[in-house]
């Protein structure tokens, strides 16, 4: 079992930044991939970004490339979305995610989810 905890959503302006972190505890940190997802009202969940055990493997959504930034730091087990460059559009709950797929793609089944956190952007 994995228990993932999100921390650092809140409310920003357009073209501010936030950064995201989610602290994992249970099975060893590096023994699995990493994920955000997130949801906006109304809408499907849609991928966000993964990383994989190293962090060497990442993948983007095109909606956050070059804006997002995920990292891991498996020494205190968790993970980090840095968002910069922030739009309306990115106004969503964002869910961290652990995958048994110790290189995660978009398309990999992520097992663990976290509670989610709240990002608003304001225009």
């Known amino acids: 079992q994995v228990q993932l905890v999100e921390s650092g959503g809140g409310l920003v302006q357009t073209g501010g930044s936030l950064r995201l972190s989610c602290a994992a505890s249970g099975r060893p940190f590096s023994m699995y991939g990493l994920g955000w997802f997130r949801q906006a009202p109304g809408k499907e969940r849609e991928f966000v970004a993964a990383?994989?055990?190293?962090?060497?493997?990442?993948y983007y959504s095109d909606s956050v490339k070059g804006r997002f930034t995920i990292s891991r730091d498996n020494a205190k087990a968790t993970v980090y979305l840095q968002m910069n460059s922030l739009k309306p559009e990115d106004t969503a709950v964002y869910y961290c995610a652990a995958s048994d797929t110790r290189v995660p793609t978009p398309n990999s089944t992520y097992n663990y989810w976290g509670q989610g956190t709240q990002v608003t952007v304001s225009s």
């Open positions: 990383i994989s055990w190293t962090g060497i493997s990442i």
